[in-house]
């Protein structure tokens, strides 16, 4: 069973920073992508970052240039390193493993950590 734990989130003022870190289990996560995703009220959830099993990343244009997504396979451990925070950043963060499972993919989500951004 895939479980994910998300932790590091809070209030921050703006320009501020915050580490977000995500705790996997239950997979071979080494060959799993993993992403991290936020949905702010009133919103959809949208990607943030994202990093396939051979560390190649991939960020959404909002966020390229503050934040850093990470990954330590030895502790089955995901990271998000986030920067200058703004308020537009305010959001609930999930953190998402992609997985084959055959025949398909399967996507599998944390609980959810809240991140807030005063101005």
């Known amino acids: 069973q895939v479980q994910l734990v998300e932790s590091g989130g809070g209030l921050v003022q703006t320009g501020g920073s915050l580490r977000l870190s995500c705790a996997a289990s239950?997979?071979?996560?080494?060959?799993?992508?993993m992403g991290w995703y936020r949905q702010a009220p009133g919103k959809q959830r949208e990607m943030v970052a994202s990093?396939?099993?051979?560390?190649?990343?991939t960020y959404a244009d909002s966020v390229k240039g503050r934040f850093t997504i990470s990954r330590d396979n030895a502790k089955n451990m995901v990271y998000l390193q986030m920067n200058n925070l703004k308020p537009e950043d305010t959001a609930v963060y999930y953190c998402?493993?992609?997985?084959?499972?055959?025949?398909?993919?399967?996507?599998?989500w944390g609980q959810g950590t809240q991140v807030t951004v005063s101005s």
């Open positions: 990093i396939t099993s051979r560390g190649f990343t």
């Open positions: 239950g997979s071979i996560f080494s060959l799993d992508a």
């Open positions: 998402n493993e992609r997985l084959f499972e055959y025949p398909k993919m399967n996507n599998y």
